[in-house]
Structure formats: C-alpha cells, structure tokens
C-alpha cells in the first residue's frame, strides 16, 4: 500500500461509519475512492442537478444552502456530503461550495451502493439524524442488564391464585387454604376457589400470619365471617414493576404477599420468598436493608452504598432508564423509612397526609445530581392551630435527613418544609386553578414541576383526587398550553448555526456545555406539554412521549425521534456524572466534549438537531412569540 492510501485508510478509521467497518473492508476502500481539490467559491454540488458522488471532507470547509441562498450547514473535517442525492435518487436539494481550499475524498455511488448494502452501519449513517439517533438509543435499551433490573412482578408471580368471598367463614377459608396448599387467600366479592372471575373487586387478604395471630391466638370464632379478620383494601401492584421495586415496597413495610392486578382484574401473587431467591445476588438487595435502619447515619451510609453501586452500573453499560429507576426507587426507600422513623418521633399523624415528590423522582427519572423536591398533601380535616407544629416537625425531620443522606435541598425550596407545598387537599385544588388561571412566570415554575406528583407514603387517594381536580382544566387553558410550549421552546440546545456544540465561555465549567439545560429538560418539557394537552395520566417523560403518540399533540415519529434523543443524551448525562462520582467531586450536568469519541460527539449534535426541529414545530403551532 502506498504511503498516500495509508495515511487516507489512517484517516478513514476514526471517520464514521468506516470506523465501524471490519479491517480487512477498510483495508481496501482507499483505493475505491478519488481525491478532489476544491477552491474556495467553488461550487461541487449545485442545486437541482444530479449528483453521483458522496464527499468527506479531508480538509477545508464547505457550505450549504438551500434554494434561497440561506446557508443550512457547514461540514468540517470528517463531515459527509452529497449522499441525500444518493439515498432519494433525486436532483440535488442543496448546493454546496468550498469556504476555503478543500481537499475531499470522493466515493462513487458504486462504491456506496455496494456498502450500504453489505453493511447497515453505513446505510444506517447514511439515513440521516433521525436514523441515527434511533439506532444509538435502540443499542443503549438493548445493553445486557442482570436480570434484577429487567425482571418484571409478571416474571416471577403465581398465577395460581386462589379466592374467597368476604362472606366465606373463617373456618372454610383456612380449609380452602388447606386443600389448595396455599399460604394467603384473596378476599374478592362474589369469588370463590381458583382464578379470577371477571371484573371482580379486591377487597382483602388474609394470610397463614393473619391466621395465627388474628384467629388461633386472639381465640376468634371461626364461624365468623373471613372479613372479620382480614386485612381489608391491600396493597396491590400492576404487573410491569419491575420486580426489585417490588422487594424495596414489600421489605419497606413488611410485607410478605402483593397481589398482582391489570386489566381491572386480579392476575396473581407475588411472594416474597420468590423475590428474595431472584434478587438477593444483586447489589441492589442492599437497599432492602433500609427497614431495619434506626439511625440517620446508617440509612445514610446504605443510600451512599446503593448510590455507589447504581453508579457502577453506568460504566457496565446499562440503559439510562435501569439506572435513574434504580436512583428513584432508592430516594423513594430513604424518604420513607425517614417517614417511618418521624412518625415514631412525633407521633401518628393527627390527620391523614400523602407525601408526595416531584420533579425528577416524581418522574422516576432521577440522576445521581439530582435534588430533593417535594411536598404534603394533607386531608380537609387539617387545622393549623392544632396540627400545623406536628407537620412542620415532621416535614422538617424528613427534609433535613434526606439532606444528610445525599439528598441536596431543593435550590427553588420546593420542599415539604416550606409550608407553601405543605397544604390542605383543597388549598392545593386552589393553588393549581390559580396556577393554571393566571401562569405568571412563578406560577408557571411551580405548575409545570407539580405537573410531576406522586405520592410515596400515605393515602393515595388524597393524590388521585387532587390530580383529578386540575387535569381537566389544565387540558382545557390553551393560555397554560401556550406557556408551557414557550418554556419547551426557549430550551435552547447548544448547538451553533452551523451545527457545532456551543460551550460556556467562562466560569467553573469554561469549555463544556450543559447537556440537561438544552436537551434533557427541553425533552421533559415537550412531554409534559404533550400530557397536559391531551388529559394524559402518564408521569415519566417516555411515557408520556409514548402515549401522546399519533394523538394530535405529537405525531407518532416526533414522539419517536424524541424518545430517541432523550435516551441518549441522558446516557451521555449519566455516564458524565459517574465519572465525576468516580473521581470524588461534585455530580453535574456539564459535559466536557473532548471526554467524548468523535463519533459520541457526532449523535450529541443528531439529537439536538432532533431537539430544535421539534422545537420549530411548537413555534409554528402555539402561539409563543405573540406572548410577552
């Protein structure tokens, strides 16, 4: 081989996609390929007319522009042009002229026909953005994960699952128990024997346990009816949980059955046993320690164990998904084991409350920067007088705790501490119909982050009923909708004019860019805006995307693209902060271009091109510059 097919094959195996190509293939394109000399001003493709030939530039620069001499892009070192000709067999769309003396490699569309077809690397960069953003979020979902963090409740439940009515006596349930070799018995109206009749109602358990200590140890009749003695209205879990969320619930509050429900119907059982034998060889099985924590210390020390463990699964490769679940399950374990531990304190609680969190765990979409953010819901029969030192005691213990336990108080004081987000069911039902009347730039922060509630301790009845009461009319105010797309639409992604990644300047961070501020949560918000317009039930930012699909709000390949996008840049993201766990600093959202590969670089400027072009189209949809 020549010195000068050398130095291009050198050149071609840090150029993607021919850095994808085996070395016995890239051996062998250089000599395939010509070498063009461009002038400055010189135009190599030209609009409207046919084009043969697919470009990389070696050195220089090219421009461009569309029919009205707007300039769309510049291609730099490593760059490709000419092949959207190729892939559409139509004249060029484009022109494209040197900006300096150029020096390009030159592959006919033999040559490219000839890949793209024996390689769907090639044909698959070659697609564009989009195509190539799917395929990096399509290989990041489908990384290898230990079982653990792909196992469903559905994977490892009984579905032999057997059932009594409430007026069953006690006598016959335990015989029923008996006969079927079973160790709980569902209590379900008009039930009776095996499997589930349909559209029937949950209404109690009652196990061996409850049998021992209920019946034979209290000396109860066993005459009387099994409702007597059950444990009515149990917790129930759908069957997409994923099966260590189901442990960390069941350790939590001590549990040893869960019934599994989907469809408006009773699928099966979870045992704990069965969980604890699948997941007790993962890392993870740590968290389910937290319930036999009593000092802060401690819990603590295992939420840093369960952190640290989660971070080593970034540099294993699991998805960005797997991992902020598993940060968000652990926040969750933490917050309510301190909630545990303040009752115990304080006292019960005079009044019936649901903590609730938001933002990033409300979405279970938490990072290892991510801070505390959250609030009480608190029943009608709330006085201040006498129960408002009670929850500020309370709310204080908590937020303060899952300080020292890693969780950095909330910059913008969205806590339960603060008694703005300590409220009544009702002040709450006002305060959003207030927010979503009259979304000043305040009200419209504080809207879009509770937008993202869920409750994670207490009747979650007092949840449902407050997201019922502003659904419906947040779905309605085409004024909140408007804001919200100008809030998605202002997310400016850092990307220049001509498509290179614009850094900070200056500062602690000179020389990186924030890969959360313009992309992330410009994701978040376009998803939120998509649920709140369409009555969406969903939280998560996926979900969301998912369910709004083909909806009218966003069509089916803009929730794709999106997803896409999303998923990548929070990989990047995640991988970022678990460098800087690793190294012993501060986790943040700044990342520093030169820690990425070039061809990581390439997809970062995919999926914020992805970005901004979705961000176009809310521009042309809602009416944002019409706004003050």
């Known amino acids: 081989m020549s010195v000068e097919l050398d130095e291009i094959r050198q050149f071609l195996e840090e150029t993607p996609p021919f850095s994808d190509l085996p070395g016995s293939e890239l051996a062998g394109i250089p000599a395939k390929l010509t070498v063009r000399y461009a002038r400055r001003g010189e135009e190599i493709v030209t609009l409207g007319r046919p084009n043969d030939d697919v470009f990389v530039v070696r050195s220089g620069l090219v421009d461009l522009f569309d029919d009205t001499g707007t300039i769309l892009d510049r291609r730099d070192v490593g760059d490709h042009f000419g092949y959207s000709t190729l892939m559409s067999h139509e004249p060029s769309l484009y022109t494209m002229t040197a900006v300096e003396d150029s020096l390009l490699l030159v592959m006919h569309s033999d040559v490219f026909t000839d890949l793209c077809g024996r390689y769907v690397e090639v044909a698959r960069f070659y697609g564009g953005e989009n195509s190539r953003i799917r395929a990096v979020a399509s290989s990041l979902r489908s990384t290898a994960a230990t079982s653990a963090l792909r196992t469903q409740v559905s994977d490892l439940m009984s579905d032999r699952v057997v059932m009594s009515s409430p007026e069953t006596s006690i006598r016959d349930a335990a015989q029923l128990m008996t006969d079927r070799n079973v160790s709980s018995l569902l209590i379900v109206r008009g039930a009776e024997g095996d499997g589930p009749p349909p559209d029937v109602g949950l209404v109690g358990i009652i196990t061996d346990r409850d049998l021992r200590r209920r019946v034979i140890a209290a000396g109860v009749d066993t005459s009387l009816p099994v409702s007597e003695v059950m444990t009515p209205d149990p917790q129930s879990v759908t069957l997409g949980l994923l099966a260590f969320e189901a442990m960390l619930l069941m350790s939590e509050r001590g549990y040893h059955h869960l019934p599994v429900t989907g469809d408006g119907k009773v699928q099966g059982m979870v045992v704990i046993g069965d969980l604890l034998r699948s997941l007790q060889t993962d890392p993870v099985y740590a968290t389910a320690l937290l319930s036999r924590k009593t000092e802060i210390a401690d819990i603590a020390q295992t939420a840093a164990n369960a952190r640290r463990i989660i971070g080593g699964f970034v540099d294993r490769g699991f998805g960005p998904d797997e991992i902020s679940r598993l940060l968000t399950s652990t926040a969750d374990a933490v917050?309510?084991?301190?909630?545990?531990?303040?009752?115990?304190?304080?006292?019960?609680?005079?009044?019936?409350?649901?903590?609730?969190?938001?933002?990033?765990?409300?979405?279970?979409?938490?990072?290892?920067?991510?801070?505390?953010?959250?609030?009480?819901?608190?029943?009608?029969?709330?006085?201040?007088?006498?129960?408002?030192?009670?929850?500020?005691?309370?709310?204080?213990?908590?937020?303060?705790?899952?300080?020292?336990?890693?969780?950095?108080?909330?910059?913008?004081?969205?806590?339960?501490?603060?008694?703005?987000?300590?409220?009544?069911?009702?002040?709450?039902?006002?305060?959003?119909?207030?927010?979503?009347?009259?979304?000043?730039?305040?009200?419209?922060?504080?809207?879009?982050?509770?937008?993202?509630?869920?409750?994670?301790?207490?009747?979650?009845?007092?949840?449902?009923?407050?997201?019922?009461?502003?659904?419906?009319?947040?779905?309605?105010?085409?004024?909140?909708?408007?804001?919200?797309?100008?809030?998605?639409?202002?997310?400016?992604?850092?990307?220049?004019?001509f498509r290179g990644l614009v850094l900070e300047k200056g500062g602690t961070h000179a020389n990186t860019l924030d890969v959360k501020k313009g992309g992330i949560a410009a994701v978040v918000q376009m998803a939120r805006l998509f649920a709140v317009v369409g009555a969406l039930p969903q939280i998560g930012t996926r979900e969301r995307l998912r369910a709004a699909a083909g909806s009218g709000t966003v069509s089916r390949k803009g929730a794709a693209n999106l997803i896409d996008a999303f998923d990548f840049l929070a990989s990047v993201n995640m991988k970022n902060q678990g460098r800087e766990v690793n190294a012993g600093h501060e986790p943040n959202n700044k990342v520093d271009p030169d820690t990425l590969s070039k061809l990581e670089r390439t997809h970062l400027r995919d999926a914020f091109t992805v970005i901004r072009s979705m961000q176009q189209a809310l521009q042309s949809k809602y009416p944002i510059h019409s706004m003050s």
């Open 335 to 497: 917050t309510r084991r301190l909630l545990v531990l303040a009752e115990e304190k304080f006292g019960p609680a005079p009044v019936p409350y649901a903590f609730v969190v938001i933002g990033s765990q409300g979405r279970r979409e938490m990072g290892l920067a991510s801070d505390q953010d959250n609030g009480i819901v608190l029943d009608n029969s709330y006085d201040e007088a006498q129960h408002g030192d009670y929850f500020r005691q309370l709310s204080e213990f908590v937020c303060d705790n899952l300080a020292e336990c890693g969780y950095r108080l909330c910059p913008g004081d969205m806590m339960a501490k603060n008694p703005q987000w300590r409220m009544t069911l009702y002040q709450w039902e006002l305060t959003y119909n207030r927010w979503v009347a009259a979304p000043d730039p305040d009200a419209l922060l504080h809207a879009q982050t509770f937008f993202d509630i869920r409750g994670v301790h207490g009747p979650q009845d007092l949840v449902d009923e407050l997201r019922a009461s502003y659904v419906p009319i947040a779905s309605n105010s085409r004024r909140l909708h408007a804001h919200l797309a100008k809030l998605a639409a202002y997310r400016e992604p850092p990307l220049g004019l």
